[in-house]
Structure formats: C-alpha cells, structure tokens
C-alpha cells in the first residue's frame, strides 16, 4: 500500500466551506488511488479559510499523477464548496500543486490538473487530450452567446444573475455590497427627502448645494468652484471620466463653420488655419448621438442633443473651448455659441456639452467599450480555453466577476424599469441606438491606446495625463505579457499550431462581435508580436481602460450642473436672453439630480474587495519564471505609481484614476 499526502484549501469567502461529502480520488500514469472522503473524526473540515491536509492510500506507485478528481454528495442539504487548491506529496518526497478555485455543485465531479501550463500540443496522451475536449464541452453548455442589441457585441445567455454558474457570481460579501449600495447611497448622501420630488425645479445653481454638501469627493469640491470656467471646461476632455473623445483638428468641417471672424479674438491674434498647422485647435463631436431619440421620464419628454465643440490650446497649455454648435446640421435655427455671447447663453451651451458627454460616456465608453467588450473575452476564455491553457491562467484574474456585473447591469441598471430609464435622457429608445452607433464606430485599433492616441492626433497634447499614465500601464502590461507568454510560446509557429487559441479567437470574431463587421479584429494569429498585442489590449480594457472611464463618475457628476443626466427642455435655436428659472427648467429635476448622485457614487466608488491589477491572490501559474514574471509585473507597476504620485504633488488637481493602486484587475461594477 502506497500513501499520498493531499493538502486540501478552501475558499476564504463567506459559505465556501461545506458540510456535504468530499470524495479525493488521485489519478495517475499507472491507475487510481482509493477513493477517499475527506473527514477527520471530531474536526469540523472543509470549513471557509481551512488548510487540512489527509493522507490518500493506493495499491500501487502511480508513477506521475495525472490529476485530482474531487466529487461532492449532497448530505441533508445541498452545500457548494469552492477549492483553492490541493497539493500532492508522493511518496518519493515530490510536492506537485494543483490550482482549481472552483466551486463543486450539486453531485458534481472535478478534475484538477497539476499548475504547469499545457498548450494543446504539449498534451500528447490521449487521456489528456481526452480531458481537455471534455472540459470544454462542459463549459460551451454553460456558457452560451446570446444578442442582447442588434449591432452591439454579444453577451451571456442568462437572464439574471441567478443562471450564471457558481464559478462566475459574486461571493456573498460582494454580493450583499453591491445589493445594498445604491440605497445606501440616498441614506448616506441625505437624498431620500429629494426622490420623491419628481417635476421640482431648482430654485438656482447655488440650490443645488441642497444635495451636494455632503459630498467627500475633493475633485468633486474643485468642480462646485471651476465648472463655470472656460479651461476647466476643456481640462475635462483630457483627464474627466470620459478622456477618450478629444482629437486635434486637421480641418475645419464643413458641417460646424467656424470662421476667423467668430473667433479671431479668443486666438491671441492668430488664426484658425496658423493654430491648425501648429497643432493647436482640438475638437469633440459627439455626432453619434444624432437623431438619438430622447427619453421619456413619466410623461414628461427629455432631450439629447449631438453638438460640436472646437477648442484651443492656448501658450499656457489650457484648451480653451473657442465655438460650439448643438446640432450637426449647420443653418439658421443651430447658431454658433462663442464664450462671447451672454454668460447663461454661453454656459447654457456647455452645459449641453457636458450632458452629451454624460450620455455617450456611460453608454458608449463606459458600458460598450470596456463592459461589454470584457464580456466578450470572458465568455470566449470559458468556451475555447481549458484550465491548463496559459492563456486561461493569464486572463481569468482579469473576467472575475465580469458576467455577473453585466448581466446585473443589463437588468438593474438599462432595464426598463432600471436607473437609466427613470433619470437618464438617453434611457429606452435612445440607448439602444446610441449603443449601437458607438459599438459601430470600434476598430482594433482604437481599442489599442498608442493607436488610439495616434489615431485622434493628441500624442501631443499638454497635460493629458489620461494619456501620459495610460501609456505607462500598456507598457507595462505589454512587458508582462511578452515575459509570461514567451514562457510558453518561443516561436510564431507555437503560435500558429496553438488551435485552441485559434479557436478563442475565432470565437471572439465570429460570436462575441459577429455584429460588429467593421471592427477589424486579427482572424487569426500569425506571429508572437500579433498575439502579444492582442492580450495586451484585452488586459488593458479589462483593468486600466475600465479604471479611467469609471472611477471618476461621482468626482466629475456628483455636481448636477457639471455634467447633466437629462435636459428637459429642448436645445436652443437662437441666442436670445437665457434666463436662471430657465436653466434651471432645463437641468435634471430633484429627483433627477438625486438619483444622478446616487448611482454615480454606487458604480464609482472603491471597491471593498477589489484586487489590484498586478497582486495575484489566485495563484493559477505555479512555475517559478512565470511566478517571477508577475513579481516583476507587480514592481514596474509600483515603480509607475511613484512617478504618477510624484508628477500629481505638483498639481492643484491630480489626475489619479490610473494610479495602479486604484485599477481593478477586472471589471467588477
């Protein structure tokens, strides 16, 4: 008889542990040991944070162990149970570690390999290959593509969060946080008094101090005593929550004409043409929102509009907004607003600015390129890739939790009855046709930064820190990527060969953005360069890119009149005399505002159980040079967060979304 040691760990969360049966069965080269429950007389085992260790009898040596097969019977109750990990000590003094962080449902059985990462070539045995092609049968059953909007990338085929597998949901910590945190936010922010008061109007801008001082938010505090002013307003476009609009100007368009003699005098004496040679003229066009359909929020109908907006980068490195229009359609009844018009023309105008870039941030930059583009490398990683991938190991830390937030999202927050719908003015209707257009406008190459920035012209472009620290963080996931994957891949013929990888992508392409034909995804990987880059976008848009179009929405909303959720009156035709009671019939309502504060605070805030992007609490790589590559991973990231801490020392407003220690590895709210 031959003794195995086993060391079995159990989930640290709340109810990972289990009081069902647990069977450890070792499968080898040369048969399989005795199975064996896992139950020491008088100790409570399998409990939530427990490390036991049990001894597993064999009749024979089983020369290599191939895996751990765990099974679980339902004893009185059914109870999941999640393992982290289970080591193997054989008899000859060897240590073998097998990384599963699953959980056991119902009367299932589990197969575990051991940590190194296998391609598919490097399984020559049928008995492997056999495992692989299982696992992944197993998983395409449970996760299933499915059109949430026409020409909008796919999702998960659940309803609700209650038909997504186990492996994929929330624990119970954040479950209950996340369940209880918008209404805490009303509590919190003293808002419940403001819900109710649908239809109320501000008395003035000042009155909206009603709601807002509780706020904590510095950033939020700057915003009350700038947003009137001119730079502030263009600052936004570089380091706001939605820095990904702005491109410089190579020409005035011929739908927004702009003239000299408009804005001669906001040019220090120059003119359009020199600034434009120079480099100086920028502008936002939110023309997707065209001819998107406003809301209507209890009978009453809201407004969007689809403006232009030219700014100037003046000798002091500040953009100057220099010309807006409102409509994307020049003619007599959609005038040009210049800073000179009558103060509450001028800001009436940047206020509907301001509420388009709410609309098209939180529906095209925030919910389609980073929400719904992270669903769809989740759902192809969980199709096409084993646990024993590399590629399984190196994206899973960044889909944790991806499918629930959406699928939470889709019907909590964009239902018809959710938090858009009731105080957003591009809710029904509208945000199917904005998402769409936005999904419409994605390329490959404008969901990779440097491309990106290249793309819009603004490599240049003073002060856009969004840019200065979002280029640190692709580097140094670009490095990371090429150090973990060169592991495994040492030529572009590995790459070639690599046909469950081929097939990740083709599902990627083929499901996940099948309604995106202009989206240019690579069909197939070629080379190490090509694959490389391709990881790194999908890290990047699932931890950084999330990080700066999220965490700062409650700094840059929670000031209603900074960045409206709806106007309720129509945009201006003429430039006639705007009046206070008429900004303040234009702006979100009571309620309206009370509801903006609210989820902006729920969907922005840190998170109680985040992980950082380069901290690894679920360890799935188990060789040393890959474990080396996230350790180095980990220091160039810390070594980015004290340049950027120092660069923000010098700055009356830092930029500090894309400091390392406020990305999530993952998109997680």
Known sequence: MVTYRVTVATGTSDYAGTNNRIYVTLVGERGASKKTLLDKWLLNDLESGSVQEYDVESERDLGQVWWVQLDKEKFLVEDNWFCRYLKVETPSGSSLVFPCYRWLCKNEAVCVREGPAKRPFDDTLPAFQSHRQKELQERQKLYRWKVWKHGVSKCIDAESQDDLHPDVKFDNDKRSDFENSLHLALGELFLKKFVNMFGNSWDSLESFQKIFWRVKSQIGIYVVKHWKEDWFFGYQFKNGCNPCLIERCGA????????????????????????????????????????????????????????????????????????????????????????????????????????????LHQIGFHLCATHMLGEVFCIATLRQLPAIHPVFKLLTPHTRYTLEINTRARNELLGESGVIARVVATGGEGLGAVAQRASQSFTYKSLCLPDNLQARGVQDLKEYFYKDDGLLIWSAISKY????????????????????????????????????????????????????????????TCSAQHAAVNN??????????????????????????????????????????????????????????????GTFDEEYFTETDAK??????????????????????????????????????????
């Open 481 to 540: 990527v090429e150090r973990i994957m060169g592991l495994y891949y040492k030529s572009d013929r590995e790459v070639l060969e690599d046909l469950e990888l081929q097939a990740w992508l083709k599902d990627v392409n083929q499901e996940g953005f099948a309604e995106l034909p202009r989206i240019d995804m690579p069909t197939s990987f070629h080379s190490r360069e090509q694959f490389f880059k391709f990881l790194t976008m999908v890290i990047f």
């Open 252 to 359: 005035i368009p011929k739908k927004f004409p702009v003239t000299d003699a408009m804005v001669g005098r906001f040019l220090g004496g120059s003119t359009l043409d020199r600034e434009i040679k120079k480099g100086n003229i920028y502008m936002v066009d939110y023309q997707i929102m065209d001819g998107a359909v406003g809301n209507v929020i209890k009978g009453k109908q809201q407004y969007v509009a689809a403006p232009m907006c030219l700014l100037f980068q003046d000798p002091q490195n500040k953009l100057m907004p220099i010309a807006i229009q409102l409509r994307q359609v020049p003619g007599p009844d959609n005038p040009i607003f210049l800073p000179s018009d009558a103060e509450n023309v001028w800001l009436l105008a940047k206020m509907w600015v301001r509420s388009s870039d709410f609309q």
């Open 628 to 669: 080396n590559a996230m350790q180095e991973f980990h220091q160039e990231l810390t070594e980015i967060e004290r340049r950027i801490t120092s660069r923000n020392h010098g700055l009356d407003l830092s930029y500090h979304y894309l400091l390392p220690t406020n990305i999530d590895s993952s998109i997680s709210i």
């Open 552 to 613: 700062g929405q409650y700094d840059w909303s929670c000031w209603v009149p900074n960045s409206p959720c709806t106007m309720r009156e129509p945009p201006p035709t003429c430039k006639g005399d705007i009046s206070v009671d008429q900004l303040m019939d234009t702006l979100p309502d009571m309620s309206q505002s009370s509801v903006q504060m609210a989820f902006t605070w729920h969907l922005g805030r840190p998170q109680p159980d985040k992980i950082l992007l």
